[in-house]
């Protein structure tokens, strides 16, 4: 079975200062999407940011950017300029062809003023 | 607006209560899943539906009933749970039911079972 793991259950950050969540992954195929969800208090997971593992190129979605090693099979989230509302559960998930997101465990983000 | 409303947002049923979450989503999209989030677990798939057709059913017990009468509208029916049935259900669509595909979720049922 595929696995998604994220090393760290909680992560905190001060507001305006940077934060990054790990994810690693295993897979033996080369070309697969990786993703990062988000999940607030109100319990409905967004989309922050999708990596094709094909591409060589870090996804970057306005403050939100990724660290991708293929080789390391790891696929980092960087929070930038962290903000009050940005407080989340986290989630890295990994799709292959032919199948459906594997999810990790989640990452529980709080945001100190 | 999210796209994707659930209804109910809290539930609370016995074990020998029949009860049914619904999912609607107004994004005109052709898929629609059925997720289960249990705490310290990872989300697990239970359904996905493409096209008002099931393709994909994840080894989910019988007590799980789902019903996909049009491609906006998604049911989960429940008869006799259990208590490990206690968990947050979640809904989502896609446009086309690629596993590749920004998935577009609900805000969730949160369901008791005692």
């Known amino acids: 079975a595929q696995t998604v793991t994220q090393s760290q259950p909680e992560m905190s950050v001060q507001e305006a200062e940077t934060v990054t969540l790990s994810c690693t992954y295993d897979?033996?195929?080369?070309?697969?999407?990786l993703f990062w969800y988000k999940q607030p208090p109100s319990r409905q997971m967004i989309l922050v940011i999708r990596?094709?593992?094909?591409?060589?190129q870090n996804a970057t979605e306005n403050r939100f950017s990724v660290n991708f090693q293929k080789a390391a099979k790891s696929f980092s989230l960087k929070i930038s300029d962290s903000q009050l509302g940005d407080a989340a559960m986290y989630f890295c998930?990994?799709?292959?062809?032919?199948?459906?997101?594997?999810f990790g465990e989640g990452t529980q983000l709080t945001v100190n003023p | 607006e999210t796209g994707v409303t659930q209804t109910p947002r809290h539930l609370v049923m016995g074990m020998t209560n029949k009860k049914s979450l619904k999912c609607e989503q107004h994004?005109?999209?052709?898929?629609m899943y059925w997720y289960k989030q249990s705490a310290k677990k990872p989300l697990e798939l239970m359904f996905v539906?493409?096209?008002?057709?099931?393709?994909e059913n994840n080894s989910v017990p019988s007590r799980f009933s789902p019903e996909c009468p049009n491609s906006s509208h998604l049911f989960l029916h429940l008869h006799t749970l259990q208590p490990e049935d206690s968990a947050l259900y979640l809904c989502?669509?896609?446009?086309?039911?690629?596993?590749?595909?920004?998935?577009?979720f609900g805000s969730g049922t949160q369901l008791s079972v005692l």
């Open positions: 539906y493409s096209l008002e057709e099931r393709v």
């Open positions: 994004l005109g999209h052709n898929a």
């Open positions: 897979t033996s195929e080369s070309d697969y999407y």
């Open positions: 998930a990994k799709e292959t062809s032919g199948s459906r997101l594997t």
């Open positions: 990596q094709e593992a094909y591409k060589q």
């Open positions: 989502a669509s896609s446009q086309g039911g690629q596993p590749n595909e920004k998935l577009f």
